[in-house]
């Protein structure tokens, strides 16, 4: 059973930057982060392979950037120029042996 503690959300304005972190309880190989916004679906905000090999959409795009430090098995979310409309709910994923596993959400809100 994976583990997943998310840390880091909160209140940023417009503009402003936020990092988000993400422990896991072992090492795993693909690791992403996703949000929901009231009302909406999750969506992806981005992946990270152990490799480093990194996918954003086009939302989230030149603005947020992922990383990861593997000797302490933590995942990074560096938001940058944040905007209204990112705010939402903030879930690391991580996918193993098939399974997708999630952590408890950590909250963001961005103010105009």
């Known amino acids: 059973q994976v583990q997943l503690v998310e840390s880091g959300g909160g209140l940023a304005q417009a503009g402003g930057s936020l990092r988000l972190s993400c422990v896991a309880s072992?090492?795993?190989?693909?690791m992403g982060w996703y949000r929901q916004a009231p009302g909406k679906q999750r969506e992806l905000v981005g992946i990270i392979a152990l490799g480093g090999y990194t996918n954003y959409p086009d939302s989230v795009k030149g603005r947020f950037t992922i990383s990861r430090d593997n000797a302490k098995n933590t995942v990074y979310l560096q938001m940058n120029s944040l905007k209204p409309e990112d705010t939402a709910v903030y879930y690391c994923?991580?996918?193993?042996?098939?399974?997708?596993?999630w952590g408890q959400g950590t909250p963001v809100t961005v103010s105009s």
């Open positions: 994923n991580a996918m193993s042996s098939g399974r997708a596993y």
């Open positions: 072992e090492k795993i190989n693909v």
